[in-house]
Structures are given as structure tokens and as C-alpha cells.
């Protein structure tokens, strides 16, 4: 062991590493930039709506470590598989057609497209003017998940996601130590001794 004498001292160090919390400032992040700067800003939107995703499911598994003694064996479970099953047990009703709850099939809908990205092939008919034409106006046609990367669909998902945390994390009235809420950053300890 090290005296004062040495001028070392041996460190210990603790954390608690919410992924949760963490994903959720990568998409806040993400959402702010798209806000600031509208050049580009469809790139912004899909990350954020990514990570916002990922974001509620840690979220899911990190609530649901809390609630259920094995969990670990639950992982496997699809989000909304996750998302019924603590529903249930906390008694909560959720209704899938209405906000804050349809994000929830957006978002991993979403989520599973980009992740499992596969060719589309678009095909639309239009008149237009002339003008545009010969001016190279380009307007491109959009998939179904390209469309979804709005502002609006990122500010609609940050608020309809945390409010369904609230609701569940509320719900479950935890114990848990450290800071409170359900995107609240864990906590780090240090402990210094000769």
C-alpha cells in the first residue's frame, strides 16, 4: 500500500453507467443539431429517431432488471414484447392507436427498417411545370422510413417517449439509488486511501 509519503494514494472508483440515459442525450444531441441547422438536417432527424429508439429499449431492459428477478432471460424479447410484459406488471394500460403510446410501433418499426436496410424500388407519376424541368429541379421520391425523418416525427418521439417512461418508471416507484428519473444519468463514487 502507498503512504502520503510516496505521493500515491490507491483509487477506487465506482460507477453506475445508465445506457439508457446515455443513448437518450446522444438523440437529444442529435435532435438539437437537426433544429440548428436545417442543411442536412433529414441526417440529424434519422439518428436521433435511431438512438431514440435505443434509447427506450434500454430503457425497457434497464426498468425491467429492476422488476424482475430474471430478466436476463426476457432480453430476447422484441421492445413491445418487453414493453407489454412490464405494462402488465406494473398495471399500466397502454393504448397502441393513441399518443404517447403509438411511437412505440413507429419508432421500432423505424428502428428495424434501417437496421435490416433492403433495396426499395419507388415509382411515381406527376405533371409538372416546364420550368422545373429545364431548371434540374429534382424532387427525389421517398421511402416510407425516409419520410418519417422529420423534425416534427423527432420532437413528437422525444416527448411521447419520455412521457411512456414517466408513466412506467412513476408506476413502478423504485428504489434504486443515485439519481432519480427515468433518463437520469447514473452516478460515479470515488474513494482515496493510503
Known sequence: METPETGKAHVKTERDVRIHAELWHTSDCLLRAGK???KGSAHQFRASLAFRAFALEAFL???GLQLV???KYLER????????LLTDILKVKPDYGSRPWQVVRDLFHFRNTIAHGKPESKETETCVELEHLLNGDTVFIQAKWESFCTETSAVRAQEDVLELANILYNQA??????PRGPFSFGFQTRRAGF
Open 173 to 178: 416507484n423504485l428504489t434504486h439509488e443515485g
Open 61 to 63: 431492459n434497464w426498468i
Open 77 to 84: 424479447l422484441k421492445p413491445q414484447e418487453k414493453l407489454d
Open 69 to 71: 428477478p430474471h430478466w
Open 36 to 38: 440548428e441547422r436545417a
